[in-house]
């Protein structure tokens, strides 16, 4: 059988263990019926289990060699094969509002948190994503407040997604093996409709206030609020971002809210 070389520009690594790729199918088992679009399906190893699982698939693979693999060998899903850039690609083409569906793959590590911020995007429909990344990223994504790799990913996605860190897996069920180990994770997405806050200005304090994630807020906030802000004798100014849970960033984002405000006027 032809096999694919795996292209290092495009970070392929292609799983060839199909145990481990039964066991990222049964992460959407709760999900049989729902639409699944598969995320750099490669040769295929996820592509066999999400089938046989009975789940409406469609997949997506930028590179061209891969999919023209894909069509010969999964002849069933005819026109779900595309040929596409996901990070480009308007969901909405293939699930139009309101429609649910789930994302999943043994995403490219160097593009894996790209796809779960384009999957925030879309956080009313997508119910879950999950799939393989590198280990390091799947602990960012996971990590409670407190932690040191509690970070901007963290308290992005876990306003709207409960991460679970499923389990890890070693580089040699790939080829070529990867120089790190990986895991798997599942986002489900929970029951909040709302930040209760400027969701755009909520990016913008969870990014300032880690881009110097050693110092006090007291300090990594003047960038956003200036030297002038009249609460820095508050508790919270006291802590560093990574001990902040998700709703005092949000406590903190609507109070730069108000002083943005008053500056303004």
């Given amino acids: 059988m032809k096999t694919i070389r795996a292209k290092k520009s495009l970070g392929q690594?292609?799983?060839?263990?199909?145990?481990?790729?039964?066991?990222?199918?049964?992460?959407?088992?709760?999900?049989?019926?729902?639409?699944?679009?598969?995320?750099?399906?490669?040769?295929?190893?996820?592509?066999?289990?999400?089938?046989?699982?009975?789940?409406?698939?469609t997949v997506v693979e930028m590179d061209a060699e891969s999919a023209a693999y894909l069509h010969q060998h999964f002849p069933e899903l005819k026109a779900r094969i595309r040929a596409e850039d996901f990070l480009k690609l308007n969901l909405n083409r293939l699930y139009p509002v309101p429609e649910m569906f789930c994302i999943i793959?043994?995403?490219?590590?160097?593009?894996?948190?790209?796809?779960f911020f384009k999957a925030l995007e879309y956080k009313e429909q997508v119910v879950c994503c999950a799939g393989m990344i590198q280990k390091e990223v799947a602990e960012r994504l996971a990590a409670s407040p407190g932690r040191k790799t509690y970070g901007i990913i963290s308290a992005l996605i876990q306003p709207w997604y409960?991460?679970?860190?499923?389990?890890?897996?070693?580089?040699?069920?790939?080829?070529?093996?990867?120089?790190?180990?990986?895991?798997?994770?599942?986002?489900?997405?929970?029951s909040r409709?709302?930040?209760?806050?400027?969701?755009?200005?909520?990016?913008?304090?969870?990014?300032?206030?880690?881009?110097?994630r050693r110092k006090t807020l007291r300090n990594?906030?003047?960038?956003?609020?200036?030297?002038?802000?009249?609460?820095?004798?508050?508790?919270?100014?006291?802590?560093?971002?990574e001990q902040l849970s998700v709703e005092q960033f949000i406590e903190l984002t609507n109070l730069s809210e108000r002083w943005i405000k008053e500056m303004i006027e």
Avoid: W
């Fill in 162 to 190: 409960d991460v679970e860190y499923l389990f890890t897996v070693s580089e040699t069920v790939f080829n070529p093996p990867p120089k790190v180990k990986s895991a798997v994770i599942r986002m489900t997405r929970n």
């Fill in 13 to 57: 690594h292609f799983l060839i263990d199909p145990g481990i790729a039964r066991q990222i199918a049964e992460t959407l088992s709760g999900y049989r019926g729902m639409p699944v679009l598969e995320v750099g399906p490669g040769m295929g190893a996820l592509t066999t289990f999400l089938i046989s699982e009975g789940h409406d698939l």
């Fill in 105 to 115: 793959g043994n995403y490219p590590y160097h593009i894996s948190s790209q796809i």
């Fill in 193 to 212: 409709k709302e930040l209760n806050c400027n969701e755009n200005l909520y990016k913008q304090v969870v990014k300032t206030s880690f881009n110097q």
């Fill in 220 to 241: 990594s906030m003047k960038p956003l609020l200036g030297k002038d802000f009249p609460d820095y004798s508050l508790p919270v100014f006291d802590k560093r971002p």
